[in-house]
T-cell receptor, first 118, second 114 residues
Framework: NAGVMQNPRHLVRRRGQEARLRCSPM?????VYWYRQLPEEGLKFMVY????????ESGMPKERFSAEFPKEGPSILRIQQVVRGDSAAYFC????????????????FGEGSWLTVV | AQTVTQSQPEMSVQEAETVTLSCTYD???????LFWYKQPPSRQMILVIR??????QNATENRFSVNFQKAAKSFSLKISDSQLGDTAMYFC???????????FGTGTRLKVLA
């Protein structure tokens, strides 16, 4: 029973390039969340998606960042024109139900994707 | 706004001893969940233990237990019989029931000494 799968685990990009991070939720999970962990900090919420819908992107920077969760395939977090301040760990999490539907608010994290901008 | 505070940036404990990690939180909600996550050097986020705020009984998972003091808004993690594999960053987190925005503390780095 595979957990949340993220790839790549490590990604190095030069300033100005694009970064694409992929997340396949656990089997049976249709709710995906992205969190960012800056160095020496806790995780911070970025965006919540269901299949083909962005539910809440209030934690995501308005510029250069976008997320999608298509009907088929993994969820993608895309960062355009990366800057050094984007260097962080990006964690994806999933849940089988939306919060409040009896899942107990527990979400399951992947192993993270570590972006380094040089 | 919800906040989670971990006031111990680093701690160490001898193997086989007991250690307690502190966490305080602030929320105006009545129904919420509290979590402790472990982040080992591999940097994966691993759920250690979960507590529902409406339950008075403290959660326990093998060597891990919590001391949940709702009135004081305190949620400490006790690790008994510490093992070298417990060396990791430990994050406390809270989420309001029915919502999805986990609020994380800044973490406590625990080192278990042989």
């Amino acid at each position: 029973n595979a957990g949340v799968m993220q790839n790549p685990r490590h990604l190095v990009r030069r300033r100005g390039q694009e970064a694409r991070l992929r997340c396949s939720p656990m089997k049976g999970h249709s709710h995906v969340y992205w969190y960012r962990q800056l160095p020496e900090e806790g995780l911070k919420f970025m965006v919540y998606l269901q299949k083909e819908n962005i539910i809440d992107e209030s934690g995501m920077p308005k510029e250069r960042f976008s997320a999608e969760f298509p009907k088929e395939g993994p969820s993608i977090l895309r960062i355009q024109q990366v800057v050094r301040g984007d260097s962080a760990a990006y964690f994806c999490a999933s849940s089988p139900k939306s919060p409040g539907q009896g899942s107990g608010n527990t979400i399951y994290f992947g192993e993270g994707s570590w972006l380094t901008v040089v | 706004a919800q906040t989670v505070t971990q006031s111990q940036p680093e701690m160490s404990v001898q193997e086989a001893e007991t250690v307690t990690l502190s966490c305080t939180y602030d929320t105006s909600e009545n129904n919420y969940y509290l979590f402790w996550y472990k982040q080992p050097p591999s940097r994966q986020m691993i759920l250690v233990i979960r507590q529902e705020a409406y339950k008075q009984q403290n959660a326990t998972e093998n060597r891990f237990s919590v001391n949940f003091q709702k009135a004081a808004k305190s949620f400490s993690l006790k690790i008994s019989d510490s093992q070298l594999g417990d060396t990791a960053m430990y994050f406390c987190a809270s989420v309001t029931s029915g919502t999805y925005k986990y609020i994380f503390g800044t973490g406590t780095r625990l080192k278990v000494l042989a």
